[in-house]
């Protein structure tokens, strides 16, 4: 009989799987794919952003904005950091306190494989899961055969990313068990603009400029890039997170003044306003904008003018069309409903035995290694648990 089955050997399946054999529970794990942590490969432009130094619950997007506190809590950073230099993996601190391998996102599949190898965790790869039922115990049918179990952990993650073998099983696994499940869509994903808009602003497809984007009530100042189909970069993938069908973001491109502190600064310039701009503004950009007056010296423009004219650029709304969907989605939005879980343990609240960690369940993190941080603390939470 094999105490805890875990399906996935992504981020969390593996750490969670770890961390319950290492309390002297007989593990296995069950992956789709012919090797484990295909995502953990090419994330963090492939040297793995694996988490971020400040990490809170206010960082992540969930039906129950506070359900991933207590895990959060109780497996920080910190110690995941401390698990990544016992094995003496170098690491550094990029922006905003993005912790990334200094060498390459393998050493830390390597790290979560050692971790299961020295607690007999048995890994098997190629092998898919067809379905789980439950009597006394769990049955899980897979296209090896079939396996019974005292636990099951869905680690299967969301639909992000099809190349790299991202299935609905975990869905569906919850719809069989009736849970309830928040809509599944994109999420931290590039954004589609309108013809008219790509007729104007296409041209400058590649260029990128540091950007506070505001969507409804919360701004991030990141670089925006646009595309040949619309925006990028991580200050619009951020705000996907929590963009809704048919609302509009907000653009400030001269995010380091307002504009009494820009006006101050150069009011008695006789340099022209588009001069001036240059200094902090691809001039492309500029021109693309289309502003009225922006060729007068700043000393002939007026007070009124001036911020008419700035106002363009402090408050550029632009009406998304879509997104590019889960192939170039970096993580999925929704999941299995944070309701039917125990915040404390990630355990079914109405199926004992059976947990949820990680993408598949609806928490989701920004841009920077958040996610990775909920796979680890969701993963604890849940090995700590099994029994």
Not at 62 to 73: D, E, H, M, Q, Y
Not at 202 to 213: D, H, I, K, M, P
Request: aromatic share 8%.
């Amino acid at each position: 009989m094999i105490d805890v089955l875990v399906l996935g050997a992504g981020a969390a399946g593996l750490f969670c799987a770890s961390v319950a054999a290492s309390r002297g529970l007989k593990v296995v794990v069950l992956e789709h794919n012919s090797k484990s942590g295909k995502k953990i490969r090419i994330s963090g432009g492939g040297r793995c952003n694996f988490t971020n130094h400040e990490v809170s619950h206010k960082n992540f997007l969930s039906n129950n904005p506070n359900f991933a506190r207590s895990a959060l809590v109780r497996y920080q950073p910190k110690n995941f950091i401390q698990l990544v230099e016992s094995y003496g993996i170098a690491w550094h601190e990029k922006t905003l306190g993005q912790l990334f391998c200094d060498n390459s996102a393998q050493q830390i599949i390597d790290m979560l494989e050692a971790e299961c190898n020295k607690h007999e965790v048995q890994i098997q790869h190629s092998v898919a899961v067809l379905s789980v039922t439950k009597t006394d115990v769990y049955s899980v049918n897979t296209t090896s055969g079939t396996l019974e179990c005292r636990n099951v952990v869905v680690a299967t993650g969301g639909l992000s990313i099809p190349p790299l073998g991202a299935t609905n099983a975990g869905y569906l696994i919850a719809e069989h068990f009736n849970l309830n499940i928040i809509k599944p869509e994109p999420a931290l994903v590039p954004l589609l603009c309108s013809k008219a808009f790509m007729k104007q602003f296409g041209e400058l497809a590649g260029q990128s400029f540091l950007t506070r984007v505001t969507v409804g009530n919360i701004s991030f100042l990141e670089n925006v890039l646009i595309t040949h189909r619309g925006l990028s970069g991580p200050a619009i993938l951020q705000a996907s997170l929590y963009l809704v069908t048919n609302q509009s973001i907000t653009m400030d491109i001269l995010p380091a003044y307002t504009i009494d502190e820009l006006y101050e600064k150069v009011s008695l310039s006789k340099k022209t306003v588009r001069s001036v701009l240059n200094e902090y503004l691809p001039s492309r950009l500029i021109s693309a904008l289309n502003v009225n007056t922006i060729d007068k010296p700043c000393n002939a423009v007026g007070k009124k003018a001036f911020f008419e004219i700035i106002e363009n650029f402090k408050s550029w709304v632009v009406q998304p069309v879509g997104n590019e969907g889960f192939e170039k989605a970096e993580v999925t939005r929704g999941g299995v409903s944070t309701d039917e879980l125990s915040s404390k343990t990630l355990e079914c609240r109405e199926v004992s035995g059976l947990y949820f960690i990680g993408e598949v369940v609806d928490v989701t993190g920004w841009l920077g290694g958040y996610n990775f941080q909920w796979a680890w603390s969701s993963a604890i939470a849940a090995g700590l648990s099994v029994t």
